[in-house]
């Protein structure tokens, strides 16, 4: 029997960020490096940061991949080496299509920053289809009242990029992706039926238990293909669920580069070392490359 045939349980690893910044990383994990396109996901906060301090993501390159960031709190300035100057709010949706390779900073705004504030939020990569791998880079950020919801029973359900329940949304994907932040209500239960091949259930907060049994906060668990998954919680729990279709073959994934071609991303390496790849406008800092 395929490994992949059984649900797996995922449980985070805290990875450092700087400046006493931690997230929780989901995936790539050892035994699931991705769950349809999903390839990178990580859950930052909740954190209070005190007045003066803030988010500081300097500019640095992605190839291969869309970033795609979604807030339960807080804000965050996104700027990018097309000129895209955005502030991102909870239920907001930033989707950034990297392809042949876009450069952009991440930062806590001015009057967030000066007043202090939480933060929380996920953040994930989503691969792109081979032949979608080197398409022009693109930015597109969709306000939290144009995506679709719907409410059943005592959950709420909101679609943030692909397919999902009868919905879609507006969000423009390169595959057939699941991705839906979904909210109860009430103590209730809902039932996740395999329209996606592949499909990954993350307990934001709050207690879950799925097909009778324990999933833990912060775990991620990947469901087996085919049939449909019972999820029980509290009022009050927190889930997203994503997924979609299997990728067209292999990902190298080597810092924030991800490709079908580990030629691509050694061209990428060199092409950020020589500063080819962009620059943000007002801004002078950047990351350097890694040395391993």
């Known amino acids: 029997m395929s490994a992949d045939a059984v649900p797996l349980l995922i449980e985070p690893r805290l990875h450092d960020l700087g400046d006493g910044f931690t997230v929780r990383r989901v995936l790539p994990f050892r035994l699931r490096r991705q769950v349809g396109p999903f390839v990178f996901f990580d859950h930052m906060g909740p954190a209070g940061l005190p007045p003066g301090r803030g988010l500081d993501v300097r500019p640095h390159p992605h190839i291969g991949l869309a970033t795609v960031t979604y807030l339960y709190d807080g804000a965050i300035m996104h700027r990018d080496s097309l000129g895209s100057e955005q502030v991102i709010r909870p239920g907001d949706v930033n989707w950034m299509t990297a392809g042949r390779g876009i450069v952009h900073s991440e930062r806590t705004p001015a009057p967030e ?62 595959s057939p992706t699941l991705y839906v932040d979904l909210q109860f209500l ?75 071609s580990r030629e691509r991303i050694e061209r990428a390496k060199a092409d950020w070392l020589a500063q080819r790849i962009g620059r943000v406008p007002g801004e002078t800092e950047f990351i350097p490359l890694p040395e391993n």
């Open 186 to 260: 009430h103590d209730d239960e809902f039932v996740l039926p395999p329209e996606h091949a592949e499909r990954a259930i993350y307990v934001v907060e709050g207690e879950v238990r799925s097909d009778g049994e324990p999933v833990p906060p912060a775990g991620m668990l990947v469901a087996a293909p085919g049939g449909d998954v019972r999820v029980a919680a509290r009022a009050g729990t927190r889930l997203l669920l994503c997924g979609g279709a299997p990728l067209d073959g292999e990902r190298f994934i080597w810092w924030n580069f991800v490709s079908s």
């Open 113 to 174: 920053r000066a007043a202090g504030h939480r933060v929380h939020g996920i953040q994930t990569w989503v691969a792109l289809p081979k032949p979608d791998e080197e398409v022009g880079p693109g930015f597109f950020h969709h306000p939290a009242a144009t995506l679709p919801e719907i409410e059943r029973g005592g959950v709420r359900l909101r679609v943030i990029a692909g397919t999902a329940f009868g919905l879609e949304s507006p969000v423009r994907v390169h």
